[in-house]
């Protein structure tokens, strides 16, 4: 099998179809010999700031000398992106190879989009004989095809908010039921202070995190802060975002409750290093700065909102290009953001499930009745736009989608 027919087949079972539930990934693993056994496991879930958590985890580890595999969702340029050893991309040949497999081991045709890319991970994580695994949820946690990993070293549950009701439910109880459902008898069962989670979490050994690690200074032009943690020692963190605190400290917290050894210098070393796109993502365009952020729910816009006014770019002007989804709770989104939307551009994201640009325009105006709102074709097309308009401001936020981000990146050169 070529890489492009490996593509061709994920196109034809693309995410129109999301069918949750264990059974299935548990019999079409078997079949290839239980692949997700083979490899322990930290298993991250939340409504924000799993990919950030993993990201960290797998940077320490693999500073430490681990062969790390990183199983994340979703991309942004490239599905390759989703499954890294040692911060490598899956390669061509070995995707399509897994593919193969994984097809010849699913005959009736019955795994999703997700579940065939869990399988490749899977499979990708234990060919290589990575020492550890970490696995990032696709949807909820208690019925997602990663939970199919019986005794993780760790799990962890980043946060809980409204997003995605029609499959987790429709309150926060309900939701964190399905976020706590990674965790597992015996072991570490990692957590912030949040009460919905408090009553969710019987399973695992509880791990409570009672407070994040401090900011406390930040080099926005390299995109990097310092934060401290409660034993006094400082680490330089390669990422942005009011949030970032809160993550390594669950990253933090899951490593020592595991008792894999994992030396200080692993942990300065590590996220001194650590990438992850589209997250607060600032980009120098010759004299301009296009900030790219994937926040497309309410607790992520308020993420978004408390990161920009505490930075220099919102002391000026700025554009914001947005776009989400239709399945979005554009009101949240939108609340936190208003008092900065003075100039609007809304786009269409590249996804069959985006909202129309003209139904987000009337959002935006009901938000921010004083702002100055556009609607342009596509994302490429405003960046394109705005970049070549002398008169624009210098600064633009492209935020409210991941698609969108992914987009943003494209329309930047990122390849």
Not at 275 to 290: D, M, S, V, Y
Not at 343 to 353: A, F, W
Request: hydrophobic content about 45%; charged content about 25%; glycine content about 8%.
């Amino acid at each position: 099998m070529t890489f492009a027919r490996a593509l061709a087949v994920l196109e034809e079972r693309q995410e129109a179809r999301v069918e949750l539930g264990l059974d299935r990934v548990r019999a079409h693993l078997a079949r290839l010999g239980d692949p997700h056994l083979k490899v322990p496991a930290f298993h991250v879930a939340g409504t924000n700031g799993k990919g950030s958590t993993c990201a960290m985890l797998a940077a320490v580890l693999t500073a430490a000398g681990y062969k790390t595999g990183l199983y994340t969702s979703p991309h942004l340029l490239g599905v390759r992106e989703r499954i890294t050893v040692d911060g490598k991309k899956v390669s061509e040949k070995s995707f399509a190879r897994a593919m193969a497999r994984a097809l010849a081991a699913d005959p009736k045709k019955r795994l999703t989009y997700f579940e065939l890319l869990t399988s490749i991970a899977f499979q990708t994580f234990a060919e290589a004989r990575c020492d550890v695994m970490v696995l990032e949820t696709g949807l909820g946690g208690l019925l997602d095809a990663t939970n199919v990993v019986p005794a993780p070293l760790a799990a962890i549950v980043t946060s809980v908010d409204f997003d995605h009701q029609a499959y987790l439910g429709r309150t926060l109880a309900a939701i964190a039921r399905q976020k706590a459902g990674i965790f597992k008898a015996g072991r570490p069962a990692v957590r912030p202070p949040l009460p919905a989670l408090a009553r969710a979490a019987a399973r695992g050994v509880p791990v409570v995190v009672r407070r994040p690690w401090a900011s406390v200074k930040t080099d926005w032009a390299r995109g990097r802060q310092v934060l401290r943690a409660p034993n006094g020692r400082a680490y330089t963190l390669s990422l942005l975002g009011s949030r970032q605190g809160w993550n390594a400290a669950l990253a933090r917290a899951a490593v020592d409750a595991s008792g894999l050894p994992v030396p200080e210098a692993a942990w300065a070393k590590g996220l001194a290093r650590v990438a992850w796109p589209g997250r607060f993502e600032a980009i120098k365009l010759g004299k301009k700065t296009l900030v790219v952020d994937g926040g497309h729910n309410p607790e992520a816009a308020r993420a978004l909102a408390a990161t920009w006014r505490a930075s220099p770019h919102s002391k000026r002007p700025a554009r914001f290009i947005l776009g989400l989804m239709k399945d979005k709770d554009a009101r949240g989104v939108l609340g936190p953001l208003a008092p900065f939307l003075k100039d609007v551009v809304v786009v269409r994201p590249p996804s069959p499930r985006a909202l129309d640009p003209m139904a987000l325009a009337d959002h935006v105006r009901r938000a921010a009745p004083k702002a100055r709102v556009t609607v342009e074709r596509d994302p490429g097309a405003a960046i394109s736009a705005w970049r070549r308009d002398p008169r624009a401001p210098a600064t633009a936020v492209c935020a409210g989608s991941l698609y969108l981000a992914g987009a943003a990146l494209r329309a930047a050169g990122r390849r």
